[in-house]
């Protein structure tokens, strides 16, 4: 059991409370980013419907319920919540070809690797969650050309030749892409919480039934309060787990309600254990985030110039052509590259917090920076229609405030 989980002392807990049949019905799984609370969420739901006799909840397990959940095609697990799977994909996919080209000993696990990715995204868009939804039929659409690629490539077919296989995997990058930017939700709308729990009542055939929330602190108030009322009662043969990198952001009613598994931070060992283990890359020496974000389209060091360029224009009251700094940057597309870009600006304003005056002002342009995101995110606005205006409201900060944005 938890074989896969690197560096976690919460890995053991999980197993004692598992054999002893005391693991409860709501949990939450707390820690940082990248701590394996998801590798845990999804080996827990595994664990739970495994039907084998001996060495129960293996990795090596091959009962029918097993090799589904390994595949991510259970349909006994339900995943919700917002998350950036577009960096994952790329970097299981890289290894994913490479472990292919070279015939390399570790293909088995390189597939499997690159299959859950891309499943972690398209677990969301489970239709029975989406039901009622408006943008269903153009998910359905995407869903469809993603699920008969990834058909192609998914055990037990054989693999076709190397080209084919590289076709696939950059369409799939394409349409991942395109089903996370345009449709993933930054917080879960609430009548996926309400489809979730009609599916939750419906007795499964075999095995439990696990609803997986990551990012639970995120929820908005009316959705906190739905899933309040299933944990309240959960039906008999479901488990809820929630995972979350702030604790205290958690509603307190639905803290007690759910027993916490505390994640710690990894040190440098495990984290390089982790990449060279799951990714087959030994020369990386970072955190396992840092890896990630060297799939980006654009390095971070060169979103940090940018956003250090849009912060001395506002300063030099120079303007510039935010639509063209979008284009020009493939409008920011993923969504984590807009992320980190006014992630550098409020590091640039850092230093307003030193003094009264300067404090004010930026913590107005904080306010301004969530809201950017929000525009772009829940309010469909262009990247560069939103940075238009943020350029323009920062602009007025500084000039309210004598230019204090030198």
Same mark, same amino acid.
């Given at each position: ?132 939804? *408006?943008?269903? =039929?153009?998910?359905?659409? %995407?869903? @469809? &050309?993603?699920? !008969? $690629?990834?058909?192609? #490539? ?67 108030? *009316?959705?906190? =309060?739905?899933?309040?009322? %299933?944990? @309240? &009662?959960?039906? !008999? $043969?479901?488990?809820? #787990? ?165």
């Amino acid at each position: 059991m938890f074989e896969n989980l690197v560096g976690q002392e919460a890995g053991k807990a999980l197993i004692s409370d598992i054999k002893t049949n005391r693991f409860p019905r709501a949990v939450l799984y707390a820690g940082s980013a990248a701590s394996g609370k998801l590798t845990a969420a999804l080996e827990t739901a595994r664990i739970l419907s495994c039907s084998a006799e001996t060495h129960k909840g293996s990795w090596q397990c091959t009962c029918p319920h097993c090799l589904q959940s390994k595949s991510l095609i259970s349909t006994n697990m339900m995943l919700l919540g917002p998350r950036d799977c577009s960096l994952e994909i790329a970097a299981a996919g890289k290894t994913f070809l490479e472990a292919l080209k070279a015939g390399a000993h570790y293909l088995t696990a390189a597939r499997y690797l690159y299959l859950r990715s891309v499943r972690k995204l398209t677990l969301r868009f489970n239709p029975i969650l989406w039901q009622g939804d *408006s943008d269903l =039929n153009k998910i359905a659409s %995407i869903m @469809e &050309e993603i699920n !008969e $690629d990834l058909e192609k #490539i998914d055990f037990p077919r054989q693999l076709p030749e190397f080209e084919e296989v590289q076709k696939i995997v950059e369409n799939l990058s394409k349409q991942t892409a395109k089903l996370e930017n345009d449709y993933l939700y930054d917080s879960i709308p609430v009548n996926q919480i309400r489809n979730m729990e009609e599916w939750a009542h419906i007795k499964s055939d075999e095995g439990k039934k696990t609803i997986i929330i990551e990012n639970a602190d995120s929820m908005l108030a *009316s959705v906190r =309060n739905a899933l309040l009322k %299933i944990l @309240e &009662e959960p039906p !008999e $043969d479901c488990v809820f #787990i929630l995972l979350t990198s702030k604790r205290n952001a958690m509603m307190q009613t639905i803290l007690s309600r759910v027993r916490t598994y505390s994640f710690k931070d990894r040190n440098p060992e495990h984290q390089k254990e982790v990449i060279t283990r799951v990714f087959h890359d030994e020369n990386f020496s970072g955190s396992i985030n840092e890896y990630l974000l060297t799939f980006l389209p654009i390095p971070p060091a060169d979103i940090k110039v940018l956003a250090d360029d849009f912060c001395n224009a506002i300063s030099l009251r120079r303007i510039i052509d935010c639509n063209s700094l979008a284009k020009n940057n493939g409008n920011f597309s993923p969504r984590i590259e807009f992320r980190l870009f006014l992630h550098y600006i409020a590091v640039h304003y850092r230093k307003l917090l030193y003094s009264a005056p300067g404090a004010e002002a930026g913590a107005k342009i904080m306010q301004l920076l969530r809201q950017t995101y929000e525009n772009v995110t829940s309010y469909n606005q262009t990247p560069g229609a939103a940075l238009e205006i943020l350029f323009r409201d920062i602009s007025v900060i500084n000039v309210q405030n004598g230019g204090i944005l030198k």
